[in-house]
């Protein structure tokens, strides 16, 4: 079953009207019939069962046939914070983030970033990401579209990320995953959840000393192997599902 998202006034009662590239797509791409089945998403996070009614040249209509009660949605919002990685790594990242739950993700530009963008390539940047944010939650049947924010300083990062309940930090030099298995288990339910991931070169030892001044974040150790930026954030997500999405 297909997912698309809708803003609330493209719902009127028990019909939901699809306009512009999802109508095309569905129409001249997927070539889908009317009493073909999709799932479709609100801006207020409501998601609904519908068939199609009707296809026309820019429009395709549907009918309510029920609310989805359950809904995919992690139990905690969790906050990725990235280093900017090399090449399209960012990419992976985000589309597999938002396959796992990620509610937000920002980019960091951390001193050993090898990347450096300017304000231009960074807005160009963000638009291709939140695109890849879109599809991967189309796919994974997401309530809502995750938001890709424009890469921020560390300094801004840890600003942002004092704000939430908790926030885990993978390095490489904490062992024990024993300890990480207690940091997760104890965090209360509806907890707003952050992650910092280091870039390629990892935290500069002024970055990880810096994270000592605040007192919701909390070093944890991803295991006795060294894993790549594009790994360590991803299995971070998944302990966390594993673990709270009951």
């Known amino acids: 079953m297909y997912q698309f998202f809708v803003d609330n006034e493209q719902i009127q009662g028990d019909t939901i009207f699809i306009l512009g590239d999802d109508a095309g797509h569905i129409g001249r791409v997927l070539r889908m019939k009317p009493g073909e089945q999709v799932r479709i998403s609100d801006e207020e996070e409501h998601a609904y069962f519908c068939?199609?009614?009707e296809i026309t040249?820019?429009?395709?209509f549907l009918a309510i046939d029920a609310r989805d009660e359950q809904g995919t949605e992690f139990a905690h919002k969790v906050y990725l914070f990235q280093g900017l990685p090399k090449s399209d790594k960012m990419e992976l990242i985000i589309q597999k983030a938002v396959e796992l739950g990620v509610h937000e993700i920002t980019p960091v530009a951390m001193r050993n970033c090898v990347v450096k963008l300017d304000e231009k390539k960074a807005a160009s940047k963000v638009k291709?990401?939140?695109?890849?944010?879109?599809?991967?939650?189309?796919?994974?049947?997401?309530?809502?579209i995750p938001e890709v924010h424009a890469p921020v300083?560390?300094?801004e990062a840890l600003s942002m990320a004092s704000e939430l309940d908790v926030m885990l930090v993978p390095y490489e030099n904490e062992r024990g995953l024993?300890?990480?298995?207690?940091?997760?288990?104890?965090?209360?339910?509806?907890?707003?959840?952050?992650?910092?991931?280091?870039?390629?070169g990892g935290f500069s030892p002024e970055e990880i000393a810096g994270t000592d001044a605040f007192e919701?974040?909390?070093r944890i150790s991803l295991g006795r192997r060294i894993l790549r930026t594009e790994t360590a954030g991803l299995a971070t997500l998944a302990m966390l599902v594993y673990q709270l999405d009951i």
């Open 216 to 218: 919701n974040m909390h």
């Open 128 to 144: 291709r990401w939140q695109t890849i944010a879109e599809s991967a939650a189309k796919q994974s049947k997401r309530t809502r």
């Open 51 to 53: 068939h199609i009614t």
């Open 178 to 200: 024993a300890a990480t298995r207690e940091q997760i288990s104890s965090i209360p339910s509806g907890a707003s959840i952050g992650i910092m991931i280091g870039p390629e």
């Open 57 to 60: 040249a820019d429009q395709v």
């Open 153 to 155: 300083s560390w300094k």
